[in-house]
Every structure is written in structure tokens, then in C-alpha cells.
């Protein structure tokens, strides 16, 4: 297996439509799975995603563990439904991060960053 440098890699794909970088230790499609996952859970909830991105792991992690990070806005009333529906799911996702911010009188939907980890190998 060659690794390119991410730098290099990010150059030479970043014309091409991706939901995540290309990975330095090569192509991870669970990831791109996560995310959609995550994705469809937010917009169900009635929320709009601004960003997402995967977090990096260590070289000591399993290949299939993952993490994710993702900013989005959605009406206070949605966002327990919001966070049972990505926990409540197979295979199992957890929270580890939530940081919520109140509706604001010009815009009455609350920004939402969550970080998702989980043991993700595209099964749904």
C-alpha cells in the first residue's frame, strides 16, 4: 500500500465532490456512510446541516471506529428527537460532545455542534 502525503492528496481530489478529505492511510468509504447516516438523522429532525467533518483518529484506533463532528441548526422542540434517534439506532452511535446554542430572536432555530463516535463498518 503507497500513502500519499494528505496535502498532496487533498490537492490533486479536491476538484472532485466529496463529503469528506481523502484519509492519509487510504480510502475509508464507512466513513462517507457515517455521514450520510448522521445526515439523514438531521434533516428528518427538520435541521440543516452547515458542516461536517470527520475527527481524526490515532494510529492505535481500529479501522472501523470513527468519529464525526457536525453543525447544524433545527428548532429546540426537534432536538430530543434529534439526539434518541442517533443514539437509538444500529449500529449503536454515541454523543460524546454537545454543544447547543439557544434560539436567537432573529432566527428561532438553535445551532447545534455534535460530535458522534461509534463502531461503523457500513453496515446499516
Not at 11 to 27: V, W
Not at 32 to 57: F, K, N
Amino acid at each position: 500500500m503507497r500513502l500519499v502525503p494528505p496535502a498532496r492528496c487533498w490537492r490533486a481530489c479536491k476538484s472532485a465532490p466529496r463529503l469528506i478529505p481523502p484519509h492519509p492511510m487510504g480510502a475509508r468509504p464507512h466513513l462517507t456512510g457515517l455521514l450520510q447516516r448522521v445526515a439523514s438523522i438531521i434533516t428528518a429532525a427538520g435541521g440543516t446541516i452547515s458542516s461536517s467533518e470527520v475527527v481524526p483518529q490515532s494510529t492505535q484506533a481500529k479501522n472501523d471506529h470513527v468519529k464525526v463532528t457536525v453543525s447544524c441548526e433545527l428548532e429546540q422542540s426537534k432536538l430530543q428527537q434529534l439526539l434518541y434517534d442517533i443514539e437509538a439506532g444500529m449500529p449503536f452511535l454515541f454523543i460524546d460532545q454537545l454543544v447547543a446554542q439557544g434560539p436567537l430572536p432573529e432566527n428561532p432555530r438553535m445551532r447545534v455542534v455534535i460530535e458522534i463516535s461509534g463502531v461503523w463498518s457500513g453496515a446499516k
